[in-house]
């Protein structure tokens, strides 16, 4: 969690500390304190990384079957440079450069890649888990088992992102289909009037808002791995929702082939439901790329749950 916002050197404890600090202060003649230079903390008795309480968390008001945030990095409590100096900085406006400087270095290994091949890498290779193995922890009132609407793909992973094996590339005219053709002038595509559910969108994951009966999506990756590879699908079904995937084998013998495969959602019984979450993993060897799936059975439209 960040510290409150202050102007002045300031040293932050728990209640606890204070306690004592406060005691000692009470109780001893001269009461003296010791500062020494910062030390950078690590072990076992540290739970890192974790999803800020100040997070801005999905859905999407506007475009719910996107899932939103797309990806966690570093935010809270990070030094940052300011004119002839320097201060401790949280938020967005923290994360955003390290996501910035990891790009930068992705288009400067891949300088063929489009910008959605460079945000797949990043998201299908994020971390879900600690550095235990332990799921990611959401910070809040009560701590929880953070989930897509928190971390996106995960938590950062760079090394993971400059060889992610297979990416989900978007043709940009695809956007304007996604826009309801409003966006079609120079970019030479013809199109109807009806803007498509954002989840035919090629992106690296899957969100159905509204899971009344049968939904289909189709996904195409581009191999960006070894020539010849084969990946095998790992389905985790979000709960109460059936999940299949076609075909579950995806067989590589060229460098940038293209693979498409379907996704089929069907509620497993009819309820108004809450959120859950799954993941689509296609396996090969040690290469494991995710994308997270979000899905809310519904049966009635109460603006509570879906306006």
Known sequence: MAPPAVNMSTLVVDLDTGKK??????????????????????????????????????????????????????GANILAAVKDSYTIYSGTSMAAPHVAGIVALLKAMHPDWSPAAIKSAIITSAHITDERGMPILAEGLTRKIADPF????????????????????????????????????????????????????????????????????????????????????????????????EPPVLVFDAAN???????????????????????????????AVRIPVAARITVQDFYADVA
């Open 21 to 74: 600090i406060r005691n000692y202060v009470l109780d001893a003649s001269s009461p003296m304190a010791k500062i020494e230079p910062a030390h950078t903390v690590i072990g076992k008795d540290m739970l890192a990384p974790k999803v800020a309480s100040f997070l801005s968390r999905g859905p999407s008001p506007d475009y719910p079957e996107i899932i939103k945030p797309d990806i966690a990095a570093p």
């Open 150 to 245: 928190g971390y996106g793909g995960g938590n950062i992973n760079p090394h993971g992102a400059a060889d992610p094996g297979l990416v989900y590339d978007i043709d940009p005219r695809d956007y304007s289909k996604f826009f309801g053709c409003t966006i079609i002038r120079r970019m030479n595509v013809t199109c109807n009037a009806t803007a498509l559910p954002a989840y035919h969108l090629n992106l690296p994951s899957i969100a159905v808002p509204e899971l009344r009966r049968s939904v289909t999506v189709s996904r195409i990756v581009t191999n960006v791995g070894k020539v010849d590879s084969v990946y095998r699908v790992v389905v985790q079904s979000p709960a109460g929702v059936r999940m299949e995937v």
């Open 257 to 287: 082939k293209v693979q498409t495969f379907k996704v089929k959602l069907s509620p497993m019984w009819k309820m108004q439901g809450d959120y859950m979450f799954g993941s689509i993993i296609w396996r090969s060897g040690r290469k």
